[in-house]
């Protein structure tokens, strides 16, 4: 049975910075925080989207994801973190 996944965007707070963010749900219980890397000290990171939380079946305790060029590719991470 496939989960409904859904995004809610919400500024994060990032030392002084303050960048986009995406809280992300399965059935309505969150699983994700993900944050839009901006600046130039990303380097070639910038603009991609990274794991900042995860809960439940994308804890990533045993191996954090590198940061997605784009957010679809996160939430395609997401979705296959609970089909796992």
Known sequence: MEQALSCQAAPIACGPERLDGQLVFVDGVLVAVLTRLS??????????????AGFGPCDPTATKP?????LNDAIAWI??????
């Open 39 to 52: 600046g130039e000290h990303y380097g070639s990171h910038e603009g991609h989207w990274f794991l900042e």
């Open 66 to 70: 590198p940061p997605f060029p784009t």
């Open 79 to 84: 979705r296959d973190a609970g089909e796992a």
